[in-house]
């Protein structure tokens, strides 16, 4: 019940093109979504969050949308370009978890020029 | 956000021995965590490091195994002890801060150990 599924493991697209990865949740008690990217090497780096009291939250060219009764939240980048190429990892928390954060299995995605 | 630093940012070690990674932030902070993401995989959290007290493990991880200091609200140090193999992972500080009003979490750039 502390999974966070997401999908697909990895994504090629064409730049100028919309990327979507996927993440399903089973804990109806999780109350903050993050989005990591993640380059070679480095740490992950926050790219948006959303919070279940709204539907979709928009950030540049990075949209989280979100279905409460469906559990499940996306994100969708828009305009892709090769340098969007990494690894992204959805997550969730619980404000009263203190912070722990429970991450998906990652998606490596490739913008190709 | 903060800016997280760690050190070593990587280290090949002998299996049996012990390596301290240390994680500086640049500002206060009330949490801080330690992860780990092993290759190719995503991130577990090993604990959280708690001021002025034991930290808390998360199921899988151990204090013997995974000894954790934080003497002040900068500065935390994770130990892998009695290292083997299966050891050989990213280690990730990560702190939580409300500078934009959420409770968002930042990682370091990682430690790259790899055991021999």
Known sequence: QQQVKQSPQSLIVQKGGISIINCAYENTAFDYFPWYQQFPGKGPALLIAIRPDVSEKKEGRFTISFNKSAKQFSLHIMDSQPGDSATYFCAASMYNQGGKLIFGQGTELSVKP | ?116
């Open chain 2, 1 to 116: 956000s903060a800016v997280i630093s760690q050190k070593p940012s990587r280290d090949i070690c002998q299996r049996g021995t012990s390596l301290t990674i240390q994680c500086q932030v640049d500002s206060q902070v009330t949490m801080m965590f330690w992860y780990r993401q092993q290759p190719g995989q995503s991130l577990t959290l090993i604990a959280t490091a708690n001021q002025g007290s034991e930290a808390t493990y998360e199921s899988g991880f151990v204090i013997d195994k995974f000894p954790i200091s934080r003497p002040n609200l900068t500065f935390s140090t994770l130990t892998v002890s009695n290292m083997s193999p299966e050891d050989s992972s990213i280690y990730l500080c990560s702190v939580e801060t409300a500078d934009r009003g959420l409770d968002e979490q930042y990682f370091g750039p990682g430690t790259r150990l790899t055991v021999t």
